[in-house]
């Protein structure tokens, strides 16, 4: 198949990568930069640099961009992907771009299957990207109204990147856990490595700190877009963990032992369940 | 010299066989249960079962027990040590432990150093110990009366059991700084995985759910106790947390890109200036 890959960022450019090192498929590289895509065509990320003429070659059309950027691009260059193909997008929310996207696919003939690669580095661009970033990773697919077939063809091509797991679901699980699993972890790493303490831990921090604090490294400008995209069920999370950190801090608060132990063997309990 | 190490937990075990692996200094066990005491042995992690006999014989007592035990041990075998040996604890907090400590040093004329190795695992007891456990890690002194002498002699011994870092410092920053580094983290872990999604998680999450929840895997009781002695530091940072969380929330809650933005870069430039 000819895939085309658009955005090289640290996503973008992993995909490529996979793709070349696990599979046949013909890469269609486009980047708004184009020192980039001479880059990447050097390294044999890309087969070609894409142009209007063979994005309309591809069969299957990866979008790697951020969410807003994503449906720009569908709705700038729509009029020439092929009908038929399979449009994805990998962003990290889904109720804002699935019915949109589903919009589009309607207007310019193509399907469109949502998709989320569960997989990232503190570090981004495509000098950050690597066959290897998805490996064993979680690829999460939201149909919305798209063929099995083009389920398939994504789920299959996800696994031969070496995905570990293909999970199905809709665009409102989606953005329910991923509000808990992803940006609450960012909200609450950055709130942590806030405190005036932070800058003088060296000497007096182990595996806890670094666990915690790690993805405080945050890119800004797309985390605050993912934040608001997903506001709501964000803030449902966002208010769960202040009422549970209230209930902890509460309890120290009352030199409540049992209270306190209460909480953390509650904790405890849940990682058991989960085998972690 | 001769090493009594008290209390074969995780952190006593791993000194046991650090000291043995690294070592030529003659290692006493001393652990509640027998049949632990024994695998020790038969483990040759320990040159010989202690008894009051040969604590008498000690140069060194380790105590890795937990706070309170700790002060236990020496209030009802403080007799039993040699004059002008080095007694150290190993625990996470210090304001609690020193000045007691340094008082039945005077009784029982041996001299105390407060000592803290930051090193552990999601596991515990003597099956978890490991003579790697505290490669790099950052063991943190609190000289509190101690002569030079008596600090040299830990501080070597710590770097041939290959600890990277050598902290001084008094009780006081101490239990500051382990009130953020380690005790708010551990909060914050079991506030993160009692929200509901949590058991639902599998399929959505990524290395920041590992990461910010790893710690929640806890022991209730030492924790809760660990909580409870450094009860004012860690309410402080418990205060400041939940106030950064409350600020990311409110500005997500008004939709205020240019605020969330501000607060996670605040967040990202702490992390680059710690070259993290």
Redesign the interface.
Known sequence: MNIAVVGLGIIGGSFAKALKKYTDHHIIGINRTQSVLEIALEEKAIDEIGTEESLKTADVVILALYPQAAISFIEKNGQHIKKGAIVTDSSGIKREICPRMVELSKQFGFEFVGSHP???KETNGFESSEAELFEG??Y?ITPCEASGEAVRTLSDLALKMRFG?I?ITDPEE?D???????Q??????????????????????????K???????????L???L??EN?EP??K??????D??????DA??A?D?EA?????????K?????G?
Chains 1, 2 share one sequence.
């Open positions: 569960m997989a990232g990773a979680s999460i797991t999970k989606h329910r856990m991923i509000a808990f699993t992803s609450l972890p960012h909200v609450l790493a950055c709130a942590y490595v806030l405190s005036p303490c932070c800058l003088n831990h060296k000497g007096f921090s182990a595996g806890s700190y666990d915690v604090s790690r993805v405080a490294n945050i890119n800004a400008v985390w605050s877009e934040f608001l506001r964000l803030i999370e966002l208010d769960t963990l202040i549970n950190i209230h209930a902890i801090t120290v608060k030199n032992k306190i132990e209460q909480l953390l063997e509650a904790a405890h849940t990682k058991e369940k989960l972690e």
